[in-house]
């Protein structure tokens, strides 16, 4: 009932920019936190940036001062802006939202994940 989609992955050479969004739909009362994760093969799933209702953000340090994080109260999205962009950026992104639907109960939901490849 509730969908987190994810657009904006591709292929881009080291040192160009990606813009990944995230629009969550459904059965939606709140949104709190809000974050983009990433996993590459062979390797756990690590958070690359969150974003609080209220605007704080928190970033991991391998992609801090290249990535920026944002969201859209009133569109239900996240987005983020990937500068800089790295071969070891090379992952699975994933779209991640703390949810509140109207029957009260709240979870964490995930989006299907977007491919970015990034070529030396």
């Known amino acids: 009932q509730v969908q987190l989609v994810e657009s904006g992955g591709g292929l881009v050479q080291a040192g160009g920019s990606l813009r990944l969004s995230c629009a969550a739909s459904g059965s939606i009362f709140s949104i709190y936190d809000m974050g983009w994760y990433r996993q590459a093969p062979g390797n756990q799933r690590e958070l690359a940036a969150t974003i609080t209702s209220r605007g704080s953000t928190n970033y991991a340090d391998s992609v801090k001062g290249r990535f920026t994080i944002s969201r859209d109260n009133a569109k239900n999205t996240v987005v983020l802006q990937m500068n800089s962009l790295k071969p070891e950026d090379t992952a699975v992104y994933y779209c991640?939202?703390?949810?509140?639907?109207?029957?009260?109960?709240?979870?964490?939901?995930w989006g299907q994940g977007t491919q970015v490849t990034v070529s030396s």
């Open positions: 991640n939202a703390d949810i509140k639907d109207w029957a009260a109960y709240r979870q964490s939901y």
